[in-house]
């Protein structure tokens, strides 16, 4: 079946969260996603901790791995003691069951909101279908901040119905595992910064017009290979030889796979011809003189 996952935004000091289902990662994790509306409204309103949760926590001894407060506090938003109960045997005698009672315990601490209906209009969701892309998103915790309108600008994709669309960033940097893997199964534009994923999960956010002092602009883009090949045909085109352009500079699109473990594989550029049934894309190594990764598993498959 796969991995539910939860959209969580939640205020430890007033006990309020907000928790939306967002079903399987690669089905909600979008900038047209009405989850990524309620926890952007959010955001530009007040500071949040969030937390993209997925159902795994709590088996596997996945919950070990969580040694913050704040985090056990995120996962009582959409968990509980019975799902812990249910899949694992002799819970009593885990080492992490001290944190399972606590998560018992701060589950009974919450007042739930609901803002979807406010974020379909903050966002004008009737005209606009996405959530928008100006300011900063900043993480409080870490000092760390990104630009979304050049998040926007390097990850713009394009789906066969011909909207544009984005993977949003909020999903993945905050995410508790194997959920952006899901979403980038196909492969990836080589200017993902997929090791990012998961690494603001928890963390303080807010997003603002203005970047704070002392804040890293840290840089992040998260490009599925076939939508944003689509996108970058449909606005740069190719050069001379057929090759797929990634902006208006001439620079090629580059692209590459994930393996099992999410070691990037071979980067490859890509031919473009047109067929009677469309458009067809064909991988090919970057030249020699660039640097590879020998890989084999991360081979890239033609679309």
């Known amino acids: ?13 007033a006990k309020t969260c907000c928790v939306v289902d967002a079903d399987k990662f690669h089905a909600n994790c979008y900038s047209f996603s009405g989850a990524v509306a309620s926890m952007h409204y959010l955001l530009r309103h007040k500071t949040y901790r969030i937390m993209w949760g997925g159902a795994y926590v709590v088996i596997d001894d996945n919950i070990a791995k969580y040694s913050r407060d704040e985090d056990l506090h995120g996962i009582s938003t959409y968990q509980n003691y019975e799902d812990f109960e249910m899949n694992n045997d002799d819970l009593t005698e885990k080492e992490y069951y001290d944190k399972v009672k606590l998560i018992a315990k701060y589950r009974k601490q919450w007042k739930k909101i609901c803002v979807w209906d406010k974020a379909n209009e903050y966002f004008d969701w009737d005209n606009t279908n996405s959530v928008k892309y100006e300011g900063y998103m900043v993480n409080h915790t870490k000092k760390q901040a990104v630009d979304l309108e050049e998040y926007y600008r390097q990850s713009k994709s394009l789906n066969k119905g011909g909207t544009v669309f984005a993977i949003d960033l909020l999903p993945v940097l905050t995410e508790t595992g194997e959920g952006t893997a899901m979403a980038l199964y196909e492969g990836i534009s080589t200017d993902s910064t997929e090791e990012l994923a998961g ?14 002092q002392n804040f890293k602009l840290i840089n992040c883009c998260i490009a599925e290979i076939w939508n944003r090949a689509r996108f970058c045909y449909s606005n740069f085109g190719v050069n001379q030889d057929g090759h797929l352009l990634k902006d208006d500079k001439q620079n090629l699109y580059e692209a590459t796979r994930l393996n099992f473990f999410g070691k990037r594989g071979e980067p490859s550029i890509l031919k473009v011809e ?10 090919k190594p970057l030249p020699e003189s660039q640097p590879k990764d020998e890989n084999e598993n991360g081979k890239l498959n033609t679309n």
Do not use: N, R
Request: aromatic content about 10%.
């Open 1 to 13: 079946m796969g991995q539910i996952f939860h959209a969580c935004a939640y205020d430890i000091k």
């Open 274 to 283: 047109k067929t009677e049934k469309g458009v067809k894309y064909s991988a």
């Open 199 to 212: 690494k603001w999960c928890g963390d303080e956010l807010q997003i603002v017009d203005e970047l704070p």
